[in-house]
């Protein structure tokens, strides 16, 4: 049972990944997840908060013995579908309008 928590946790991170490329938001292998998303959030990027957000699910479940339920992962994945599908254009304005 630990185990498949970790393995899912850690397929919902892979997956936050994959929907951050559609961005051209990439994370280099020696920055730690929690690392990552602070540096978007500090850079007012406008996916900071809900990578930073999703990224502390990630770490509770995976490294902090915090249960991962069903709907935990419904949810996670639910906001991963929705960071994939952010329009590249209004990234941009959000980005632009921000100081």
């Not at 970790?6 to 990439?26: K, M």
């Not at 990552?36 to 479940?61: C, D, N, R, S, W």
């Amino acid at each position: 049972k630990n185990d498949k928590r970790l393995e899912s946790a850690t397929a919902l991170y892979r997956a936050l990944e994959n929907a951050l490329l559609v961005h051209g938001v990439t994370r280099p292998a020696s920055l730690p997840p929690l690392r990552h998303a602070e540096e978007l959030q500090g850079k007012k990027h406008p996916l900071g908060a809900e990578v930073h957000a999703l990224t502390e699910i990630y770490i509770a479940t995976r490294f902090g013995g915090e249960p991962l339920t069903d709907p935990m992962k419904r949810d996670f994945e639910k906001r991963v579908r929705e960071i994939k599908v952010v329009r590249p254009a209004l990234v941009t304005a959000t980005d632009a309008a921000t100081p």
